[in-house]
Nanobody, 121 residues
């Protein structure tokens, strides 16, 4: 199975981006999808956002109040709408799939290659 992210890019502070994550080759509709990010020079942390197979969502840290996750199981796709972006949001964004509802990266089975987000003037 695999996941493919897209939608990253360069955006000015206060701007928005919408990332996509498309899965194939595994039971996408039965997996929770988590979003992770890795800032330059830092480790990739726990998931900051999760959407379960039934659409239940979880947000923490940078995602609270600014990001919205959604999914369309018919399209094997999850989206991450990011608003009011700040320079601190710069990094590589990854989506990953897990049978579990978890923030722990080591409990995710499938990972995308990452998409770059840069927030700068």
């Amino acid at each position: 199975g695999q996941l493919v992210e897209s939608g990253g890019g360069l955006v000015e502070p206060g701007g928005s981006l919408k990332l996509s994550c498309v899965g194939s080759g595994f039971a996408f509709t039965r997996h929770a999808i988590g979003w992770f990010r890795q800032a330059p020079g830092k480790d990739r942390g726990d998931a900051f956002c999760i959407i379960q197979s039934d659409g239940t969502t979880y947000y923490t840290g940078p995602a609270e109040g600014r990001f919205t996750v959604s999914r369309d199981n018919a399209k094997n796709t999850v989206w991450l709408q990011m608003t009011r972006l700040e320079p601190e949001d710069t990094g590589t964004y990854y989506c990953a799939a897990s049978w579990l509802y978890t923030v722990r990266a080591d409990q995710y089975d499938y990972w995308g290659q990452g998409t770059q987000v840069a927030v700068s003037t």
